[in-house]
């Protein structure tokens, strides 16, 4: 039996003791955005960009939303690199599903960490990047740089001080407040109720009674089976239904008025504590339905049966509702207590995520797909 060699054996040793080189980078990369970060280096970058905008356009609230603009620009690069590395991230995710326990999950991440796993690595990049970056476009308007003059210290020396008092600081923007309202009497409220649910529940009784005629006539079937998908969402979200038609038919618009609100960056302002809970309460539906329905398309080209993909959907789009309603309410009471500023950049970001399918992720695919595929054959030139 032959036996392995000294020299072998060194060099199995010494081939752990080395990371892959892109693990290596992002070791380095930690420690050093982090020296960086906790030494006040990002909320200088930020401070230095805002006041540059602001040196540019002289107002305030234009600076808070440009540089939500901005940063989404910035960071179209590695939302690129983001987009060619999805499939194999996707498949990672795949992977890490299939494990049986979260120590399983663990050994797997940090086995493809120390591999060196492209996607991966650049997923923690990202993550942490991101991270940074919105805590530090968060802070700036947490400061009281409005009324008490900023320390030049956290102004590059290239950027020109500003001058005070600060432009702009005055944010306007429309609004409809009701005049009046009309309460409908709780006899007509429950009657309106009582038809909903003879509307709902009468055809199914007469199908009961009639589908042995018809239950060979695919259009009739076909029919039945959506209103049954009807009635299945609709039963879905009957609660908050009720409780919202209760409140609307109780304080039924009956008179408005258009006016333009003024709310001063610098102070909390309630109206904005409101549109920012639900600007919060929309982008987080709109991410629960996005990603389910995401989950959806790749369950049923896996072959999963469309009435299991369904009865997830629902409970998923049952919670992520729920879930909204929590995020909202938590942002009116956190943007409650600080100047609306922060909630202007909020609602900036939110903006952009919603729109991003039809802007920004609109130029992304535009260049990927004008890039040749890595894996495609390259034609031999003479």
Known sequence: MATTSFTEIRRIDNSRLFMPLLTTVLVIF?????????RGGSFRLYASVFFTLYNLTGQVWISVLLIGIVQNVVFLPMRFIGLKLSTSLHAFEDELEKQKSEEQQYFLFTQQVK?????????????????????????????????QKLNPHY?????????????????????????QTYSLPWNQIFTIWGYV????????????????IFWKNQRILSARINYNRIILKFMGFAGTLFILSLFFLRNIPTSF???TLVADLTRQNTTMNFITAVGTFITALHAGYTRERIAAKKALAAGIDKEIIKRATRTNIRMSFRNAIVLGAGAFLV??????????????????YILSPYTFDRILVGVSNSVKPQNEPVAPTT
């Open 30 to 38: 930690i420690i050093l955005i982090s020296i960086w970060f906790f």
């Open 115 to 147: 591999r060196g796993n492209p996607a991966i690595i650049f997923f923690i990049f990202s993550f942490i990047v991101n991270a940074i970056a919105f805590f530090s476009a968060g802070r700036i308007f947490l400061i009281d740089f409005y009324a």
């Open 155 to 179: 102004l590059y020396s290239f950027v020109k001080y500003p001058d005070y008092p600060l432009l702009g600081t005055d944010f306007h923007f429309p609004f409809i407040k009701i005049t």
């Open 197 to 212: 649910l003879i509307a709902l529940i009468v055809p199914r009784l007469i199908w009961r009674l009639v589908k042995f």
């Open 257 to 259: 008025q258009t006016l």
């Open 335 to 352: 943007t409650n207590q600080i100047p609306c500023a922060f909630e202007l950049s909020v609602a900036t970001f939110e903006v952009l």
